[in-house]
Structures are given as structure tokens and as C-alpha cells.
């Protein structure tokens, strides 16, 4: 997965998530879910081998993509729309977690047992973001705030206050825009 401009992608509970966001290029219309096939593959490069999937399933991983860009979306301070949280109760309620210990008494969380294709890639991001959460990453996993662009990256600035994925690109478009505004104003 390319990152834009210089940043380093996710810690690796993260990077399954954000592969999946990813998953669309809103600036070319480039989506790889937009067929069952592409849902294969990109399940493949996740190390989620063997899943078989169906419509439903490539439509429902499509709908969490679009939900979890939305919690990467608020972030960066912006509000989670209402339709986005009930949409990951939704489908995480279809995707259980277990408490597995190994034997030395670590313990981690893992999908549950037997689970099938969007399922499966549900459960396996929410236990990476379980993860996340418990070590604190999660809300570093951002979604840039250019409308045209809203490509999730992780944020690894010292304040943790990073808009955009790119200061260079994103950023730069955003800072021209402002000022350009202001000197319209102006004059």
C-alpha cells in the first residue's frame, strides 16, 4: 500500500484497517472492492487466505470500509455520523472476538472460531483495533480532511493534530485555498 508523501503506514495491529480504507482512490475513482474478485485478492494480501465470498459479503465489507473511514474522519474532530455507528453495531455484532491466553498467561483478542467471509474480515480488523485501542494507537489512524483526497493515514506527529495525509500535496492544496479566500475578502 503507497503512503502519501513521506508516512510511514500504521503499526501493524492498524494496518489491516487502513489497507481496507484505502481500498478506494476517491481523486481516480479507483476502488478494488468494487468486485467480488477484488475482494479476494485484497483479502489475500492480508493474510486472510481460503475466504470465499459473495455479493453480500463484498457489500458489507464496502459498508464497514466506508464506517471506518468515518471514525478515522472524527479523529480528526469531526462528528462520526449517526448512520456510520450504527452501521459497525451492525456488522461487529456479526463478527464475535474471543479472549484467547497462551501459555505463558499472555492474552490477546482473536476472531471467533468458524466465521465466513465478511464476517471474517470484520472480526479480523476489530481485533486489530482492539489492539489498538489498548495500546493506544487507534486514535492516531486518521482519515486526511481534504474532501477529495480522505485517505486514512496514521498520524505520527508529537501533538497527534495532523489533518491531512500529505502536508506537501493535501496540506498545501488546503493552505492556498485558505489564503486565497482571505485575499479574496481582503480585496
Request: charged share 25%; hydrophobic share 45%.
Amino acid at each position: 500500500m503507497n503512503q502519501p508523501g513521506v508516512r510511514a503506514p500504521a503499526p501493524a495491529p492498524l494496518l489491516a484497517a487502513q489497507a481496507l480504507a484505502n481500498t478506494v482512490d476517491f481523486e481516480s475513482d479507483h476502488d478494488e472492492l468494487r468486485t467480488v474478485a477484488g475482494l479476494e485478492r485484497w483479502a489475500e494480501e492480508q493474510g486472510l487466505c481460503g475466504l470465499r465470498f459473495g455479493e453480500a459479503d463484498r457489500a458489507a465489507c464496502v459498508e464497514f470500509r466506508e464506517a471506518l473511514r468515518a471514525v478515522c474522519e472524527a479523529h480528526t474532530g469531526v462528528d462520526l455520523p449517526g448512520g456510520a455507528a450504527a452501521v459497525l453495531e451492525r456488522l461487529l455484532s456479526r463478527a464475535p472476538l474471543v479472549l484467547a491466553i497462551d501459555a505463558e498467561g499472555a492474552a490477546r483478542v482473536r476472531p471467533a472460531a468458524g466465521l465466513a467471509g465478511a464476517d471474517a474480515v470484520v472480526a479480523h480488523l476489530a481485533a486489530g483495533i482492539a489492539a489498538a485501542v489498548a495500546d493506544g494507537s487507534w486514535p492516531r489512524l486518521k482519515a486526511c480532511a481534504a474532501e477529495s483526497c480522505r485517505w486514512v493515514y496514521y498520524d505520527r506527529s508529537p501533538a497527534g493534530r495532523s489533518r491531512w495525509c500529505s502536508m506537501a500535496v493535501c496540506g498545501s492544496r488546503a493552505k492556498m485555498r485558505a489564503y486565497r479566500q482571505r485575499g479574496a475578502r481582503q480585496g
